[in-house]
């Protein structure tokens, strides 16, 4: 019910409201700050970069099998995605084999797909949302080491955040593109191609095209069979993990819920309360989101022989995008939006 | 004035973004320690280790080595192996005459084979001399190598 005193109020806050948004709400300032936060991470990847002087385990595994690709060899570890010892021939062709030329590669990729991920939800959710978001996923602790390592988080997260790209694109080709993507994840991290199946099916679901999914679809199916005919005729078989490690679907471990605020942080407390709002339910590009986090905790959870942190790389912009949802609901807070309150008549009628 | 449900989102929209702002500044502090402060990544003695390596191991030889076998791969050139089945020191020796392998790479102290880690321990090192003939040790940031060449033996 408003009174006259409320309507007095009115103008008051308007004003206030206005302030706020000149403070906060202005795009070009976001994305100055944005910029530099971009420099910076840059700056802090580069100096940790530099103080590794030899790869990580898995660093050296993929190094080894760039060079047994390019000198025509036996793989050593015949189960590894081959894109990112693809990438590394590339650079040798040009550099000659010196290991220190692919230590900055996933950085590379993965600044390239927080740049994406901002321009995208800049777009979508607002500026300083998509601050927000980017800035949450780029310093978390687990992305940061893992994509400072000679390993695939870092490309295999690109190949996610372009296929979404892709996918939120207006024209048709872009459907062709996004399935071209999610092969490329495919071949940079074989699991992940779950993360990006998610977003094409929600995408598919909501944007009710099948003459365009359809060619997506064609697009993955090729790029797929090429990946795997390719490693084929170099190793006689395919093989996507050790078999230790491929222990999927027994039974759903807590790991991941249990460990949540030492792989996401504290903020990660936040995202059950975006579900307490009815916003959350009415804006349909929510749903990539939902579903990309709530598959992809799953899945990781029935995996009960090989639970680690860096498996929810992949995934960090969904935790955040829904984190960050919780809070702008909570700023923007409405008794009405709450999905356990009826609307009343006379909130209707106002 | 505020009213009460106002104050109450107020209340939570300043803890959640205080929250925000703690896990950005937690989470950068926290980025370079995730793979701990002494890992061998952080070594700048052990890739001259390993190409010194190169040069005592014969290209025809391969190595044992109970950790870190694609590193050691990648950066002496050798074949590498790691004899995971191995659980006692005589399966070692086992392993080596059935595999032909006649040099051992020890990081002191270090083993990813359970049933080797005692065998590698500083103090039970001077015992491998039975067996074999210690060519180099390296010492490095991370670790000490010890590299160590099998006896002939004679039937």
């Known amino acids: 019910m408003s009174t006259d005193r409320d309507d007095d109020k009115g103008p008051r806050e308007a004003t206030k409201k206005l302030r706020i948004k000149n403070i906060t709400g202005s795009s070009k300032l976001i994305d100055f700050i944005f910029g530099i936060f971009c420099i910076y991470m840059i700056i802090t990847y580069s100096n940790f970069i530099n103080t590794i002087h030899v790869p990580i385990w898995d660093g050296a595994v993929f190094l080894l099998n760039a060079h047994e690709w390019l000198n025509n060899i036996n793989l050593s570890e015949i189960y590894r995605p081959p894109l990112l010892s693809w990438i590394m021939d590339a650079i040798w062709v040009f550099t000659g084999e010196d290991w220190t030329t692919i230590i900055y590669v996933q950085m590379i990729f993965t600044i390239a797909g927080i740049i994406l991920l901002y321009g995208l939800l800049r777009r979508k959710k607002g500026a300083l949302f998509a601050l927000g978001v980017s800035a949450l996923t780029l310093t978390n602790a687990q992305l940061f080491f893992y994509t400072s390592q000679i390993r695939t988080e870092g490309i295999s997260f690109f190949f996610v955040i372009l296929t979404l790209y892709f996918l939120e694109g207006t024209k048709r080709a872009h459907w062709l593109f996004s399935g071209v993507s999610i092969g490329l994840t495919f071949a940079a991290r074989y699991p992940i191609l779950l993360q990006s199946m998610i977003i094409f099916v929600v995408e598919s679901i909501s944007k009710k095209d099948p003459k365009s999914a359809g060619k997506a679809v064609i697009a993955i199916v090729v790029v797929i069979l090429l990946v795997v005919v390719i490693v084929y005729a170099k190793t006689g078989t395919f093989q996507m993990a050790l078999e230790k490690d491929s222990n999927f679907g027994t039974s759903i471990s807590p790991f991941y819920l249990v460990n949540a605020t030492s792989i996401w942080g504290p903020a990660i407390l936040l995202l059950p309360v975006a579900f307490l709002f009815k916003s959350t339910f009415k804006d349909k590009f929510n749903y990539v989101f939902i579903g990309w986090f709530i598959i992809s905790f799953l899945s990781w959870s029935t995996n009960a022989s090989n639970q680690q942190y860096r498996f929810t790389i992949q995934f960090m912009p969904a935790a955040y995008f829904l984190v960050m949802l919780a809070v702008k609901n909570l700023v923007k807070f409405d008794r009405n939006n709450l999905v356990f309150l009826k609307t009343t008549s006379s909130t209707l009628n106002k | ?155």
Do not use: C, W
């Open chain 2, 1 to 155: 004035m505020l009213s009460a449900p106002q104050f109450i989102a107020l209340g939570f929209s300043g803890i959640a973004i205080f929250t925000l702002l703690i896990t950005v500044i937690l989470s950068l502090s926290l980025g370079t320690h995730v793979g701990g402060n002494k890992a061998i990544i952080y070594d700048k003695k052990i890739i001259s280790a390993m190409n010194d390596i190169s040069t005592k191991v014969p290209f025809y030889e391969g190595i044992i080595s109970p950790n870190f076998t694609p590193i050691v791969m990648y950066f002496t050139d050798r074949q590498v192996y790691t004899p995971y089945s191995a659980n006692s020191y005589a399966s070692l020796l086992k392993v080596m005459n059935n595999e032909n392998y006649t040099y051992l790479l020890v990081f002191e102290n270090q083993s990813d084979i359970p049933g080797l880690k005692d065998i590698f321990k500083k103090e039970k090192l001077p015992n491998l001399s039975k067996n074999f003939s210690e060519i180099a040790t390296y010492n490095t940031d991370f670790s000490k190598l010890h590299l160590y060449k099998r006896n002939l033996i004679v039937n």
